[in-house]
Nanobody, 125 residues
Framework: VQLQASGGGLVQAGGSLRLSCAAS????????LGWYRQAPGKQRELVATITSGGTMNYADSVKGRFTISRGNAKNSVHLQMNSLKPEDTAVYYC????????????????????WGEGTQVTVSS
């Protein structure tokens, strides 16, 4: 399974950005889709997740400012980021939790998780 993220960029503090991610391939199931981020010199941290049933989970640092939602396309997800702060500056990664999919060799693969390439979000003060 491949994850393609888009929507990062440079914004002033207080501004907004919307990240999008789509999983491609012949996918049988994904338990949850979500976003992690990693700032320079810091560990990667959870930002938000949404399960296949619609249950959402947010890091305390983004509650009330970020909203995760399922996209219209199957296996896609958006992250609406409002009231951005300089401390939100990081590389944001889209993640699929427990994806099950058909591999190129024709076998069914179940993985613990799958990660997309990151997209840079920079918030200037």
């Amino acid at each position: 399974v491949q994850l393609q993220a888009s929507g990062g960029g440079l914004v002033q503090a207080g501004g907004s950005l919307r990240l999008s991610c789509a999983a491609s391939g012949i996918i049988y199931n994904i338990n949850a889709l979500g976003w992690y981020r990693q700032a320079p010199g810091k560990q990667r941290e959870l930002v938000a997740t949404i399960t296949s049933g619609g249950t959402m989970n947010y890091a305390d640092s983004v509650k009330g400012r970020f909203t995760i939602s399922r996209g219209n396309a199957k296996n896609s997800v958006h992250l609406q980021m409002n009231s951005l702060k300089p401390e939100d500056t990081a590389v944001y990664y889209c993640v699929a939790d427990q994806p099950t999919y058909l591999s190129a060799s024709g076998s069914v693969v179940a993985e613990r998780d799958a990660w997309g390439e990151g997209t840079q979000v920079t918030v200037s003060s």
